[in-house]
């Protein structure tokens, strides 16, 4: 359970709203998710679910989206006000030492082909970010945590974020997946909170970044149970 009572924010509800804003925009087609009772008629009709075939689940919908080049909301609202925030930004490669094996780190937290000296724009990270948050974390979300496709956007995003920082085997295990399968969103996002360790330690730093953020950033929970 939560060490902090998790409510819905207003900054967490205008996060949600903006990625559904987006979905409408970019052309993006809900899949049975609900949509959250405060947004305004004008959003509920562009995130309105697809009328999809039978032989089209909705995950098979989701992949077509994907390889047809559009960018998810769940992935847009996970990177802009949670992974991004959180990770902090490093155009040089630096040495990052925290975990139990040392590994060379660059933009937002990548880890994956860095090597000493690489240097990036702060454009080609965040590129870089959301391609490998599709591919790495949210795909294999949709396709290995029953009805994950079909929960709210702002639970999505909150478990994509989780994922990219204790991993995704971790979170298609989780408490929080077995929630999700079982339509249990709120219990769902406060599952998730429980990953607040390091080294088997509890950090005030994990404690802010699973549930309500800080000043400055917005927490997992807090945008999970904002969306619902």
């Given at each position: 359970?939560p060490i902090?009572?998790?409510?819905?924010?207003?900054?967490?509800?205008?996060?949600?709203?903006?990625?559904?804003?987006f979905?409408?925009?970019?052309?993006w087609?809900?899949?049975?998710q609900?949509?959250?009772a405060?947004?305004?008629?004008?959003v509920?009709?562009m995130v309105?679910?697809a009328?999809?075939?039978p032989?089209?689940?909705?995950?098979k919908?989701i992949?077509?989206?994907v390889?047809?080049?559009?960018i998810?909301p769940?992935?847009?609202?996970a990177?802009?006000?949670?992974?991004?925030?959180w990770e902090?930004?490093?155009?040089?490669?630096?040495?990052?030492?925290?975990?139990?094996?040392?590994?060379?780190?660059?933009?937002y937290?990548?880890?994956l082909?860095?090597k000493k000296?690489?240097?990036f724009?702060?454009?080609?990270?965040?590129?870089?970010?959301?391609?490998?948050?599709i591919?790495?974390?949210?795909l294999?979300?949709?396709?290995?945590?029953?009805?994950?496709?079909?929960?709210p956007?702002?639970?999505?995003?909150?478990?994509?974020?989780?994922?990219?920082?204790?991993?995704?085997a971790g979170?298609?295990?989780?408490?929080?997946?077995?929630?999700?399968?079982?339509h249990?969103y709120s219990?769902?996002?406060?599952a998730?909170?429980?990953?607040?360790?390091?080294?088997?330690?509890v950090?005030p730093?994990?404690i802010?970044?699973r549930?309500n953020?800080?000043?400055?950033?917005?927490?997992?929970?807090?945008i999970?149970k904002?969306g619902l």
């Amino acid at each position: 359970m939560p060490i902090n009572k998790i409510v819905p924010t207003k900054r967490g509800k205008a996060a949600v709203l903006a990625a559904l804003i987006f979905a409408g925009v970019s052309g993006w087609q809900a899949v049975d998710q609900p949509t959250p009772a405060y947004a305004p008629p004008a959003v509920v009709q562009m995130v309105r679910p697809a009328v999809v075939a039978p032989a089209l689940t909705p995950e098979k919908l989701i992949h077509q989206q994907v390889a047809a080049g559009k960018i998810p909301p769940a992935v847009k609202l996970a990177v802009e006000e949670m992974i991004m925030p959180w990770e902090g930004l490093r155009l040089t490669a630096y040495l990052d030492t925290l975990p139990k094996k040392d590994v060379w780190t660059v933009c937002y937290g990548e880890t994956l082909n860095i090597k000493k000296g690489m240097k990036f724009t702060r454009e080609q990270c965040v590129a870089m970010l959301i391609k490998r948050v599709i591919h790495d974390y949210y795909l294999p979300l949709v396709d290995g945590v029953k009805d994950y496709a079909i929960a709210p956007v702002s639970l999505q995003a909150s478990m994509i974020s989780g994922a990219y920082n204790f991993g995704v085997a971790g979170q298609k295990g989780s408490r929080t997946a077995g929630f999700v399968t079982t339509h249990q969103y709120s219990l769902a996002c406060d599952a998730q909170t429980a990953w607040n360790k390091s080294g088997g330690k509890v950090l005030p730093g994990l404690i802010n970044r699973r549930e309500n953020g800080d000043a400055q950033r917005k927490g997992e929970a807090e945008i999970c149970k904002s969306g619902l």
